[in-house]
């Protein structure tokens, strides 16, 4: 019945799962799970578009020793597919999208297209493993950017779809803003994407609309969120419910206007659900560097609230909270962090904290105290705390100089309990 | 059948919605909406933590001059309630809850108190309009933190909510991860709150829970959801789409770990689904100074891609986006940057750039060139930008040398289209 921390670990989470234990589990719990066939939230595959979106990130500028950097980087995290820039761009992104793809990663390399027989042979002839092809079938872009009409916008796509396939690559045919994508489906597309461009969708939209594209065609359905309204990783999460394959992210969000799905929010919400696939398949100890390198290349600072890397993503400081954690962590952490490399952090020299937090920084500096002598203590550094903020050196001192007086005065046993 | 820009604005998204007239907008769309009549996206309140939640935050010490600052900027923002540190917390605390409850603020002021009949006398007499008593269920939590079980945790929790009943003060019980709720609901309460303590449910859960709630309790629902999976804001919008009346946020989200949902994070998710709501009731121009202010206070960045205020949120880049941008900026915009006071740019001085989006800046410039013109200045920008990143100035001395090239040549008409 309870969201959080009443059951024990990801595990036992009420996720809708295509494993079959879900329907045993749901049985305890006050609602029916509607049992979920179609999900792939436990088999998903990642498109890692920093070097695609995240170079039409307003700060961007990748040259090509850092695209490498990059490239290597991701394929060495595990990442499934590299999209990058379309190698019409400009000459440097022809030729870095070449040089990447002569580099043998793990990864395959994508590029992304507009829908001209031109674009696609450019991309063929870089030597990449895939081609995404994209064009604007809605209404609104119909009208403002390119102009053409529905049955001229089909005719194209089949056109260039049949090309790229002809060249033995990989394609997927994606509709900047819809998913009219029967006809490309029954052309043998290897996926359909469909994109939340101006990031406006919210997740049960997409958990519908993905459920119906599952039924309409056989391919695989490649997802692109944008984070406008700060549902892109719900957003992934619902349409992998809902029968999608492929997730479009990059790191930090990076990308046009505040960006995607960012790779590492991302894996905290799918770690959560699917722990085992997500450990197994990503180094997730290298996220951190690969968030360093990509936030140093574009000249921005991981957010203050970055899940998972960003500073306090495991500070724990109100008094109640600290010590359910000291003595379970599972309680107040869904995500472990050391599956990243990461580490938690009670804090304890403020206003909010309690005995326990304190009693463990006791414990942490060697330190023995009744559990008197800490809540003691506990009242002075809290009334410290109350008037101006504390480091964690000061409440250290706080708390040695309040044990050496103990030691002192243990003499006499005035402190005992 | 579409996600995004292919509607023409907000208004004709198909958000499920509470309007009537949703129905019938369903029936141009190839999936059906079921008709929500428990949808309280249109006309939900917020309880701003950022003085509770956002105490936690690791960063936060707020001195009495910046507690009464952020109170009377959130109360002119017009937020309905803003909850506060409990005044049990520490003798600062108490102080700081009496002083902002006799500031006379348009909002109603709660605090948050532990399930004790010492705390709510406490909170109420420091003059609240609200308690918001909480008390940890999950049988995690009864093992390892307050080790109460359910029989007395409910008589506990009864004797509490009466007595701030009789003292004529609005009470929301709160049990932090589950929602035991009927108990409390029949002993009237004005609110029962439930909260994602760990930050890891995910939209689809939420819907069915709320929705479950919905249906047995009366009075109104609070939620409280924590981000560290990136689903807050998604999450709080699933849980007004199933009856949930109130959300709590924090200003960008500060609070335990990487906090809650963001208050502009989640307006930016709301003015998309219920614009004129949000217009109305917000003064959403003073959004960017409220963060500033808080930001400032805790000493953090606004994160690069924060949702409105973000230096990215509504700049354009890659050529074809720009192009539909500048002919109609809801194309590739959900929101309205100059509803927050915000403006667009255009991002022209780069290799992904297109000719429409340097013919804009010639406009700009107060220059005037033919079409063809601006296409070979794009070429020569677009080669320069190949090379190294170019600077707004860098760029536009290219313009300004291209154009004052073409004067000069303008006499023989060798540039002549």
Same mark, same amino acid.
């Given at each position: 019945?309870?969201?959080?921390? +009443?059951?024990?670990?990801?595990?036992?989470?009420?996720?809708?799962?295509?494993?079959?234990?879900? @329907?045993?589990?749901?049985?305890?719990?006050?609602?029916?799970?509607?049992?979920?066939?179609?999900?792939?939230?436990?088999?998903?595959?990642?498109?890692?578009?920093?070097?695609?979106?995240?170079?039409?990130?307003?700060?961007?500028?990748?040259?090509?020793?850092?695209?490498?950097?990059?490239?290597?980087?991701? =394929?060495?995290?595990?990442?499934? &597919?590299?999209?990058? #820039?379309?190698?019409?761009?400009?000459?440097?992104?022809? +030729?870095?999208?070449?040089?990447?793809?002569?580099?043998?990663?793990?990864?395959?390399?994508?590029?992304?297209?507009?829908?001209?027989?031109?674009? !696609?042979?450019?991309?063929?002839?870089?030597?990449?493993?895939?081609?995404?092809?994209?064009?604007? #079938?809605? =209404?609104?872009?119909?009208?403002?950017?390119?102009?053409?009409?529905?049955?001229?916008?089909?005719?194209?796509?089949?056109?260039?779809?049949?090309?790229?396939?002809?060249?033995?690559?990989?394609?997927?045919?994606?509709?900047?803003?819809?998913?009219?994508?029967?006809?490309?489906?029954?052309?043998?597309?290897? /996926?359909?994407?469909? +994109?939340?461009?101006?990031?406006? @969708?919210?997740?049960?939209?997409?958990?519908?609309?993905? /459920?119906?594209?599952?039924?309409?065609?056989?391919?695989?359905?490649?997802?692109?969120?944008?984070?406008?309204?700060?549902?892109?990783?719900?957003? !992934?999460?619902?349409?992998?419910?809902?029968?999608?394959?492929?997730?479009?992210?990059?790191?930090?969000?990076?990308?046009?206007?505040?960006?995607? !799905?960012?790779?590492?929010?991302?894996? @905290?919400?799918?770690?959560?659900?699917?722990?085992?696939?997500?450990?197994?398949?990503?180094?997730?100890?290298?996220?951190?560097?690969?968030?360093?390198?990509?936030?140093?290349?574009?000249?921005?600072?991981?957010?203050?609230?970055?899940?998972?890397?960003?500073?306090?993503?495991?500070?724990?400081?109100?008094?109640?909270?600290?010590? !359910?954690?000291?003595? =379970?962590?599972?309680? &107040?952490?869904?995500?472990?962090?050391?599956?990243?490399?990461?580490? /938690?952090?009670?804090?304890?020299?403020?206003?909010?904290?309690?005995?326990?937090?304190?009693?463990?920084?006791?414990?942490?500096?060697?330190?023995?105290?009744?559990?008197?002598?800490?809540?003691?203590? #506990?009242?002075?550094?809290?009334?410290?705390?109350?008037?101006?903020?504390?480091?964690?050196?000061? @409440?250290?001192?706080?708390?040695?100089?309040?044990?050496?007086?103990?030691?002192?005065?243990?003499?006499?046993?005035?402190?005992?309990?």
């Amino acid at each position: 019945m309870s969201i959080g921390a +009443a059951t024990n670990g990801a595990a036992g989470l009420p996720v809708p799962s295509h494993n079959t234990q879900a @329907a045993a589990t749901a049985t305890t719990s006050p609602y029916q799970h509607i049992a979920d066939f179609i999900s792939n939230v436990g088999k998903f595959k990642i498109i890692e578009s920093t070097l695609r979106e995240g170079e039409q990130f307003a700060n961007a500028f990748f040259d090509t020793e850092t695209k490498i950097k990059i490239a290597t980087a991701l =394929s060495e995290f595990g990442v499934d &597919y590299i999209e990058l #820039t379309s190698p019409c761009a400009s000459p440097a992104s022809r +030729a870095d999208c070449e040089a990447i793809c002569k580099l043998g990663l793990k990864a395959k390399i994508l590029t992304h297209t507009r829908c001209t027989l031109e674009d !696609a042979k450019t991309a063929c002839d870089c030597g990449v493993d895939g081609v995404d092809v994209v064009i604007g #079938t809605s =209404s609104f872009l119909r009208e403002h950017s390119h102009g053409k009409d529905m049955a001229a916008i089909t005719k194209q796509a089949l056109e260039v779809v049949n090309y790229i396939k002809s060249r033995g690559v990989e394609v997927r045919f994606s509709s900047e803003d819809s998913f009219r994508s029967k006809a490309v489906d029954n052309a043998g597309v290897h /996926r359909v994407g469909i +994109a939340d461009t101006v990031g406006c @969708a919210s997740p049960r939209q997409v958990y519908d609309l993905v /459920r119906t594209l599952r039924g309409v065609v056989k391919c695989d359905i490649e997802c692109h969120f944008h984070d406008d309204t700060s549902c892109a990783v719900a957003n !992934a999460y619902s349409a992998l419910e809902a029968g999608a394959t492929h997730i479009d992210t990059s790191v930090l969000g990076i990308g046009e206007r505040n960006g995607i !799905a960012p790779l590492g929010a991302f894996l @905290a919400r799918m770690i959560v659900a699917a722990p085992e696939y997500v450990k197994r398949k990503y180094d997730l100890h290298r996220l951190k560097d690969i968030e360093n390198i990509v936030a140093e290349a574009v000249h921005i600072n991981v957010p203050f609230n970055n899940p998972v890397t960003g500073f306090c993503a495991f500070t724990h400081k109100a008094g109640i909270h600290s010590k !359910a954690i000291l003595n =379970s962590p599972s309680t &107040y952490e869904i995500i472990n962090p050391e599956d990243f490399g990461m580490s /938690r952090y009670v804090h304890f020299a403020h206003r909010l904290t309690g005995w326990n937090s304190i009693k463990s920084r006791v414990e942490q500096l060697g330190l023995h105290m009744t559990d008197a002598q800490v809540k003691l203590l #506990t009242t002075k550094i809290k009334a410290m705390a109350d008037v101006r903020p504390l480091a964690i050196d000061d @409440a250290d001192s706080i708390i040695r100089a309040f044990h050496l007086d103990l030691q002192e005065r243990d003499t006499t046993k005035i402190w005992e309990n």
